[in-house]
T-cell receptor, first 113, second 117 residues
């Protein structure tokens, strides 16, 4: 099965700092790259997503950077806050144009107050 | 955004019993729903794709006779864990996509935590 590799596994950031999470994919047919945020005991919620026809997308403090040639995309959280402490998952469709997603292994982010 | 509701949110059962988990799209219709399983501190693993009015499609390694999926309407899919055993204890999450323009977004339920004693 095609994979989505995510790093780091865990991340500790001071309040106000920048959190960066990276993902690498294999299937060049992937055409939609979402990031999900999950709090303990809850289902994942869509945070931000990008399509490969753009290299960057910004929504508030959250930015996705996309490098098509390297088959990598990353999530940047600016001015990180304690409320951002959660697990973040990148994902990509297993097959182009479908909603059958493959999820990355997850990154547990802790933002210190 | 659209709302997906799961019930129950948590359930404890004895080994050998069957447990049913419901997934409902509250304010939209969903021809396709997905069931995931998540163990503590691990990622979401897709179990099966639930299609309204037809048989579910299971991922490799998922026992279809153990995890029965029914998608009887455009707003309801159910997952039944049959003859549950302690190793089936996990967090089960469903997701659905909204009919209409292709936004790419999946809406997830809040999850159902199953504990088998």
């Amino acid at each position: 099965q095609q994979q989505v590799k995510q790093s780091p596994q865990s991340l500790i950031v001071q309040k106000g700092g920048i959190s960066i999470i990276n993902c690498a994919y294999e299937n060049t047919a992937f055409d939609y790259f979402p990031w999900y945020q999950q709090f303990p005991g809850k289902g994942p919620a869509l945070l931000i997503a990008i399509r490969p026809d753009v290299s960057e997308k910004k929504e508030g403090r959250f930015t996705i950077s996309f490098n098509k040639s390297a088959k990598q995309f990353s999530l940047h959280i600016m001015d990180s806050q304690p409320g951002d402490s959660a697990t973040y998952f990148c994902a990509a469709p297993a097959t182009s144009g479908t909603y059958k997603y493959i999820f990355g292994t997850g990154t547990r982010l802790k933002v210190l107050a | 955004g659209a709302v997906v509701s799961q019930h129950p949110s948590w359930v404890i059962c004895k080994s050998g019993t069957s447990v049913k988990i419901e997934c409902r799209s509250l304010d939209f219709q969903a021809t396709t729903m997905f069931w995931y399983r998540q163990f503590p501190k691990q990622s979401l693993m897709l179990m099966a794709t639930s299609n309204e009015g037809s048989k579910a499609t299971y991922e490799q390694g998922v026992e279809k006779d153990k995890f029965l999926i029914n998608h009887a309407s455009l707003t309801l899919s159910t997952l039944t864990v049959t003859s549950a055993h302690p190793e089936d204890s996990s967090f089960y999450i469903c997701s659905a996509r909204q009919l209409g323009p292709n936004t790419g977004e999946l809406f997830f339920g809040e999850g159902s935590r199953l504990t088998v004693l």
